[in-house]
């Protein structure tokens, strides 16, 4: 009876530890697809665009890459193979799953520990058999702050790898904006060349008629040679700037091979307000957002610590059974011999009970806890630590957002300089120097200036059209630094600057229709 008591325990045993683990086999699976959504979903907020990199789905990567890239790239196209393409980008994906499977191990039960020793008596007989089956259950109040603690770090981690991305999708608008400014700038060069030519052409046939000097054409020689070292110049610069653009886009292809479609934009005519950017910025950064989280995991690892006083408290099931020495060996020819002399006959000797020859075969069975005493360490130098963590996350939080504050207000101050400069440039300084130039033309082939006023007025209007070209560019590359520095794409912060600015505009009535009148009252 006793034995198949101990086998029924045994296999009770057995049936919980492989219930146990099969349990938590089951339930520790990693997937972090629907964190790789939410990643998605970040960047778009913040960038616009609907496509990027997921490390579940790879093999679609250059498939789509190359129907982007298959009839010229848009600047909205580029930000979309920068998002899909870009090495540093996709390696910081991974780390998504990396804290996603943190936070299933931060929700699994720490595994059991099984015990069991065998004692052979020096006499032989059966062993001593000790038993211990336990589980810390510590983990039951620390778990669920280990959990928070990790979703904590996985939304700080999608929002770092969204804010990474939006970081990228800037730098791709500006590098194709400075690329689109490169071509702008050769063409520019080019046709300066041609003004210059025809300077030139015009002094020689003056020259050969004999109405001007050989210095004349000499000056107006030298004008043009400059002109053909400025397109030389122009043509290395263009082809840098795609080569930047390629680098930021992931792309191994040579930089004549970039078609790009877009042109650079006019300068937008949108009013900035400082004051409203600042606060949408505080809102939507996802730096800062990730820093929040940064500080609330920190609060929780701090929570944990403090939990940790008592690291290990084990309950479990303990079984002993005591050792049974081998029983004596009988002599059955002396007891023969005493059971016939009392007999005065031969006679057998006397069966002895089984009771008097066995020993105690019973075990023990029951409940144990062990658990580790706080009494040297009291887990005071982690708390401490995680304090000095928090308070550090706080503190850098609070340098962040002041941080901010200054960033959009410079940014917008920029771009506003940027759009203001680019609209004087083609308003007011190339129509003007366009305008001399032509005036200083006329003069010289009416012979009544020098060549020397068809050359200066030729040097500003070159130099202008250059310069508007660069303003130009630097307009344009305002909007994605306003971007990346308020957190969302420019229609999106119109909008939300728009619908502040009706917010704070009042709709009620004059006073005195909002005192309260005997009808109203009655109401």
């Known amino acids: 009876m006793h034995q198949s008591w101990a086998f029924s325990i045994r296999g009770f045993i057995g ?4 219930s146990m683990a099969t349990a938590i086999g089951g339930c520790a699976t990693v997937d972090p697809a629907a964190d790789f959504d939410r990643v998605q979903q970040h960047i778009a907020s913040a960038t616009g665009a609907a496509t990027s990199f997921r490390p579940d789905r790879g093999e679609e990567t250059q498939a789509t890459v190359d129907g982007l890239m298959a009839d010229g790239l848009t600047v909205d196209e580029a930000v979309q193979v920068c998002l899909l393409n870009n090495s540093l980008l996709q390696a910081a994906l991974y780390d998504v799953g990396v804290a996603h499977a943190d936070l299933v191990q931060a929700g699994l039960l720490s595994n059991p520990s099984l015990g069991v020793a065998l004692r052979l008596p020096a006499a032989g007989g059966l062993a001593n058999v000790d038993f211990d089956l336990a589980q810390n259950i510590a983990d039951l109040w620390q778990i669920p702050v280990r959990k928070r603690a990790a979703q904590r770090n996985v939304e700080q981690t999608i929002r770092e790898v969204a804010a990474l991305a939006a970081e990228q999708a800037a730098e791709a608008k500006i590098a194709y904006y400075a690329a689109v400014g490169a071509d702008h700038r050769l063409q520019i060069a080019r046709d300066n060349r041609t003004a210059s030519q025809t300077v030139f052409e015009l002094t020689d046939f003056r020259h050969q008629a004999g109405a001007g000097s050989e210095l004349d054409t000499n000056l107006a020689r030298g004008v043009l040679l400059e002109a053909d070292l400025a397109v030389t110049q122009a043509r290395q610069a263009a082809a840098s700037a795609r080569r930047s653009l390629a ?63 008592f690291p290990e408290v084990a309950l479990g099931l303990a079984f002993e059974r005591e050792a049974r020495p081998r029983a004596g060996g009988r002599n059955l020819l002396a007891d023969t011999a ?61 340098g962040l957002q002041r941080a901010i504050e200054q960033e959009v207000r410079d940014a917008a101050d920029q771009a506003r300089t940027a759009w203001d400069v680019a609209r004087f440039y083609r308003d007011e300084l190339v129509p003007q120097a366009a305008r001399s130039l032509e005036l200083s033309r006329e003069s010289y082939r009416a012979g009544q200036s020098s060549i020397l006023s068809v050359l200066d007025a030729e040097r500003t209007f070159l130099a202008g059209r250059d310069r508007h070209a660069a303003a130009m560019e630097a307009a344009a590359a305002a909007v994605p630094l306003l971007e990346r520095t308020v957190g969302l794409p420019f229609d999106r912060l119109l909008e939300e600057m728009s619908r502040r600015a009706t917010e704070s505009t009042p709709t009620t009535k004059p006073a005195e229709t909002e005192k309260p009148t005997a009808a109203g009252s009655n109401q």
């Open 15 to 18: 049936l919980s530890i492989g």
């Open 338 to 398: 005493r059971s016939s002399i009392a007999a005065g006959r031969l006679a057998a000797p006397e069966i002895e009970p089984r009771s008097a020859r066995d020993v105690d075969t019973d075990f023990i069975i029951g409940p144990s806890l062990s658990l580790e005493l706080p009494v040297f360490d009291q887990n005071q130098a982690q708390i401490a630590k995680a304090r000095f963590a928090l308070e550090r996350r706080l503190g850098e939080l609070e």
């Open 247 to 309: 680098m930021v886009l992931g792309l191994a292809i040579r930089a004549d091979e970039l078609v790009l479609s877009d042109a650079l934009p006019e300068p937008p005519s949108q009013a900035l307000d400082g004051e409203s950017l600042t606060a949408i910025a505080l809102k939507e950064r996802l730096d800062a957002k990730a820093l929040r989280e940064s500080a609330r995991s920190a609060r929780e690892q701090l929570l944990l610590e403090c939990r940790r006083v």
